[in-house]
């Protein structure tokens, strides 16, 4: 049998669904029922979880998808029965949550002489959706200080949307004669390709297009403040 809060909870999430198509978050969940600490929705969630009335979408962390719920969901009084009715999922185009989070792969840091697919992990990095756009990312963490200048600091977190291409003045990830990928603003002159730095204590390199591949180019940062 269902407790009231979850009863309660299963009922507002499926409310939100129906009008908004996303899930709520959990500050949302949290003055909705009156709880006082986000940790009641996180117990709350679970316990519906366990029972099948609702499913955590992958690689979403605050992603959730009614299966099933009390039949009198429709009434305003909290229902107490163990009778249930499935539901149809909801449609996969909806749009995903503003505060929803993604993983994404981590490729360890970007330095000098390792190539982007030398890096490649099977570590994680969860980001907010509201960082990326369409196609497919992947994150690199920044070594040291060439792009301070462009608010790039050493130990942040680049979001990098995979692409061959790129216009000039975007700063892209560079493969360099197949041995060294590193983060610059790609320039073309003369028919020269130029990696410039964001920092006046470096210099821009210059390359023939031939040495120079385009791996992604920069979408958002993430930053850890310890």
């Known amino acids: 049998?269902?407790?009231?809060?979850?009863?309660?909870?299963?009922?507002?999430?499926?409310?939100?669904?129906?009008?908004?198509?996303?899930?709520?978050?959990?500050?949302?969940?949290?003055?909705?029922?009156?709880?006082?600490?986000?940790?009641?929705?996180?117990?709350?969630?679970?316990?519906?979880?366990?029972?099948?009335?609702?499913?955590?979408?992958?690689?979403?962390?605050?992603?959730?998808?009614?299966?099933?719920?009390?039949?009198?969901?429709?009434s305003?009084?909290?229902?107490?029965?163990?009778?249930?009715?499935a539901l149809k999922r909801p449609e996969p185009a909806r749009p995903a949550p503003a505060n929803d989070v993604i993983e994404i792969p981590l490729h360890g840091r970007i330095a000098a002489g390792v190539p982007i697919e030398a890096m490649e992990t099977a570590a994680m990095l969860p980001v907010p959706a509201a960082l990326l756009g369409s196609g497919e990312h992947y994150a690199l963490e920044v070594s040291g200080d060439s792009m301070i200048?462009?608010?790039?600091?050493?130990?942040?977190?680049?979001?990098?949307?995979?692409?061959?291409?790129?216009?000039?003045?975007?700063?892209v990830v560079a493969l360099v004669r197949g041995e060294e990928?590193?983060?610059?603003?790609?320039?073309?002159e003369n028919g020269r390709v130029r990696l410039d730095p964001a920092n006046a204590a470096y210099?821009?390199?210059v390359y023939d297009p031939r040495e120079v591949v385009v791996q992604g180019k920069l979408a958002g940062l993430l930053r850890r403040y310890h």
């Open 1 to 74: 049998m269902l407790t009231r809060k979850q009863h309660e909870l299963i009922r507002y999430i499926q409310a939100k669904l129906e009008e908004t198509g996303v899930s709520p978050s959990f500050e949302e969940m949290k003055e909705a029922l009156d709880l006082k600490s986000k940790s009641g929705v996180h117990r709350l969630i679970s316990a519906l979880e366990e029972r099948g009335f609702i499913r955590r979408l992958p690689n979403r962390a605050r992603a959730l998808e009614v299966l099933k719920q009390p039949e009198d969901v429709s």
């Open 76 to 85: 305003k009084a909290p229902a107490r029965t163990d009778n249930v009715v």
């Open 149 to 171: 200048e462009a608010g790039i600091l050493d130990g942040d977190y680049a979001l990098i949307r995979r692409t061959d291409t790129a216009r000039d003045g975007e700063i």
């Open 181 to 188: 990928a590193t983060l610059k603003y790609l320039r073309r």
């Open 203 to 205: 210099e821009p390199q």
